[in-house]
């Protein structure tokens, strides 16, 4: 299997665990102009993987998480909110992942 066919795959994983995590957590009704918090993923030039930056909007930091869970996948990558900085999280293998200041 191309590395292009295991990219989709897992993209498409992704897509319905987020469309199931939508059905069972709806999005705040923003109408009345609350908005959500702005969120980024810092990831380093650390021999995994270039360096980007992830934009995105949670409803809370444990849903945060819960992306930076997905995207991070084997990487390093700081957790900020708003501008301010929450956490470094890391996987140390064996599925437990490491979240620290």
Not at 17 to 32: N, R
Not at 54 to 75: D, G, P, T, Y
Request: aromatic share 6%.
């Amino acid at each position: 299997m191309s590395c292009e066919s295991l990219i989709l795959i897992s993209q498409r994983k992704r897509e319905r665990k987020m469309q199931q995590q939508k059905l069972k957590d709806p999005a705040p009704d923003t109408s009345a102009g609350f908005s959500l918090p702005s969120y980024c993923l810092k990831f380093t030039d650390d021999g995994l993987g270039s360096r980007k930056e992830l934009q995105f909007e949670a409803i809370n930091a444990s849903k945060a998480l819960l992306v930076a869970q997905e995207e991070a996948s084997n990487r390093r990558a700081e957790l900020w909110c708003d501008g301010r900085k929450l956490c470094n999280i890391s996987h140390t293998g064996a599925g437990v992942w490491e979240v620290s200041p």
